[in-house]
T-cell receptor, first 115, second 111 residues
Framework: DTGVSQNPRHKITKRGQNVTFRCDPISEHNRLYWYRQTLGQGPEFLTYFQNEAQLEKSRLLSDRFSAERPKGSFSTLEIQRTEQGDSAMYLC?????????????FGPGTRLLVL | QKEVEQDPGPLSVPEGAIVSLNCTYSNSAFQYFMWYRQYSRKGPELLMYTYSSGNKEDGRFTAQVDKSSKYISLFIRDSQPSDSATYLCAGGGDSSYKLIFGSGTRLLVRP
């Protein structure tokens, strides 16, 4: 399977714990995006990388959130001191830039439940 | 006001019907528009990509963009029960590569 993969697929944690999610993009894609989706809403942008550089962060990304893409391949999203409001589906997407074509392909998501 | 608005539905149609799904947007700087299909508890699946105004057809799906009225449409011909899902529209390409999504329209195709 050459699509975007995410691990774990599900995570249950207690409030105050730290969690880390991993995203492996499609191999030749140099842009990688993180989105968050809550029930009944569309995905909301969190941050994106071009290669290893983090080029944009949403105001939604509080100080408790950090994302990395150290070698320009896979990426991790860490949430420190989780809160119940962090419960959501965390989606990763990747794209390969070309003129007039910026199609983002999504992974299956990591569903986080904070108790 | 959200940048991209969609009627949440649900929209219920009989099998074989033509389905029309619509979005409006407020950001004049959007250059490209996408439709994604999302099954329950799954990631969004790209259906259609349209750059600027115009129509694009792919099999049973047709996407239309009218930038003058800031209106985006997706038509599904010969709808099937397997088309039952949430359909998300998104715009992008202002000063960033991020996509701005609507909240999605739930579609139910009855056998």
């Amino acid at each position: 399977d050459t699509g975007v993969s995410q691990n774990p697929r599900h995570k249950i944690t207690k409030r105050g714990q730290n969690v880390t999610f991993r995203c492996d993009p499609i191999s030749e894609h140099n842009r990688l995006y993180w989105y968050r989706q809550t029930l009944g809403q569309g995905p909301e942008f969190l941050t994106y990388f071009q290669n290893e550089a983090q080029l944009e962060k949403s105001r939604l990304l509080s100080d408790r959130f950090s994302a990395e893409r150290p070698k320009g391949s896979f990426s991790t999203l860490e949430i420190q001191r989780t809160e119940q409001g962090d419960s959501a589906m965390y989606l990763c997407a990747s794209s390969f830039p070309s003129f007039h074509q910026e199609t983002q392909y999504f992974g299956p998501g990591t569903r986080l439940l904070v108790l | 006001q959200k940048e991209v608005e969609q009627d949440p539905g649900p929209l219920s149609v009989p099998e074989g019907a033509i389905v029309s799904l619509n979005c409006t947007y407020s950001n004049s700087a959007f250059q490209y528009f996408m439709w994604y299909r999302q099954y329950s508890r799954k990631g969004p699946e790209l259906l259609m990509y349209t750059y600027s105004s115009g129509n694009k057809e792919d099999g049973r799906f047709t996407a239309q963009v009218d930038k003058s009225s800031k209106y985006i449409s997706l038509f599904i011909r010969d709808s099937q029960p397997s088309d039952s899902a949430t359909y998300l529209c998104a715009g992008g390409g202002d000063s960033s590569y991020k996509l701005i999504f609507g909240s999605g329209t739930r579609l139910l195709v009855r056998p």
